[in-house]
Nanobody, 115 residues
Framework: QVQLVESGGGLVQPGGSLRLSCAAS????????MGWYRQAPGKQRELVAF???????NYADSVKGRFTIARDNAQNTLYLQMNSLKFEDTAIYYC?????????WGQGTQVTVSS
């Protein structure tokens, strides 16, 4: 069982930055896949970025060059650094983990980009 708790969302102006955190219960060292998804109003949930246990990362085209995903195994925490935020980044951001074939989700954190 893995519990995930996101934090760090909020209101930011276009061009601003936020860092999301996802604190996991227990060690994330053995979690094969962790990532961030987002869901905007009226849209399907979409993958933003993922990180594998072997250090491979990948990003949605819409966030490449602006967002960075990072794992801190010592702190059992997954981060998403978001820079140069745009209106279209507004969404609820969810942390995801896959361990032993099971999927786990956090409760989500709201990110609103508005002037």
């Amino acid at each position: 069982q893995v519990q995930l708790v996101e934090s760090g969302g909020g209101l930011v102006q276009p061009g601003g930055s936020l860092r999301l955190s996802c604190a996991a219960s227990g060690s994330i060292f053995t979690i094969s896949l962790m990532g961030w998804y987002r869901q905007a109003p009226g849209k399907q949930r979409e993958l933003v970025a993922f990180s594998t246990g072997s250090g491979i990362t990948n990003y949605a085209d819409s966030v490449k060059g602006r967002f960075t995903i990072a794992r801190d195994n010592a702190q059992n925490t997954l981060y998403l650094q978001m820079n140069s935020l745009k209106f279209e980044d507004t969404a609820i951001y969810y942390c995801h983990a896959r361990k032993s074939g099971n999927d786990y989700w956090g409760q989500g954190t709201q990110v609103t980009v508005s002037s």
